[in-house]
């Protein structure tokens, strides 16, 4: 059966995940020009390149349009319901390093761990008149880290598609859920991760859609082999 895996189009994992690949074996070559959404791979008529944004490869192979893909892990468990019964994460592939993280303002001094924030959030309507506001991207992350993971009810998430992280200073929110990297960012927004903190440690992953048609399939077997042996 013919296979189509999904690679990113742009962005910061675009230039590892063709590299990965080719390491496995599976040299990918354009199709007509560099803009084009498409790809091969060398010798291979049995596999097809798509080239989607990183969260769009999440979102696709949630609903099985692609068979494989390279993405962000955060972006596949924040997208999608029920991840582990519909996505396998075949490997962790060393780059696109990140971590969720939830983070306060450094002047809130008697505030390092996520039962301090629980008392916070319980004191804040009698406080503030309304409830503790976290801005984030991340809505499935957050809501279950906080009130799942930590029992934590009393909050309002504040959506945020872009610095997030200047969100406190602004008065848009009292805290954020985002990811961080070197902590450069957190650090020239004054804000610190909370101790328990970290919700998730990210990093690109080759991912596949769970699919009955793969059970026995010699192309599907072929480039899990070859991608997980060539790490
Ligand atoms: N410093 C960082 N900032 C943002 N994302 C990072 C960072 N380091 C690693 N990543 C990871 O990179 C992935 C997002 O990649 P990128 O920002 O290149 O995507 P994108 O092209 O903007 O995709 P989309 O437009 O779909 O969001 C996420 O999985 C994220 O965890
Ligand atoms: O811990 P750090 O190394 O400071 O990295 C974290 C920052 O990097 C990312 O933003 P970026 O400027 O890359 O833009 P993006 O959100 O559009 O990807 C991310 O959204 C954080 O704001």
Request: hydrophobic share 45%; net charge negative.
């Amino acid at each position: 059966m013919t296979m189509t895996i999904a690679l990113p189009s742009k962005g910061r994992m675009k230039e590892d995940a063709s590299a990965i690949l080719e390491r496995a074996g599976l040299k990918v070559l354009a199709i007509g020009n560099e803009r084009s959404y498409r790809g091969r791979v060398e010798g291979r008529d049995d596999i097809e390149i798509a080239y989607l944004s990183a969260s769009e490869i999440a979102r696709e192979i949630g609903n099985g349009t692609v068979d494989f893909g390279v993405t962000g892990e955060d972006l596949v468990r924040e997208d999608l319901v029920d991840v582990d019964k519909r996505v396998e994460f075949c490997a962790r592939l060393g780059f696109g390093h990140a971590d969720v993280v939830v983070a306060v303002p450094e002047i809130w001094l008697d505030v390092d761990s996520m039962a301090d924030l629980g008392d916070v959030a319980a004191e804040f309507r009698a406080r503030h008149g309304r409830r503790l506001a976290i801005a984030t991207k991340y809505w499935r992350l957050t809501q279950q880290f906080f009130s799942r993971q930590h029992g934590i009810q009393l909050y309002r998430i504040v959506e945020s598609l872009g610095a997030t992280e200047g969100a406190p200073a602004a008065g848009q929110a009292d805290i954020i859920v985002d990811i961080t990297s070197t902590g450069s960012t957190l650090a020239a927004n004054h804000l610190k991760i909370l101790t328990d903190g970290v919700i998730l440690r990210s990093q690109a992953c080759f991912i596949r859609a769970r699919k009955p048609e793969h059970e026995g399939d010699a192309v599907v077997a072929d480039i899990v082999s070859r991608l997980t042996s060539a790490l």
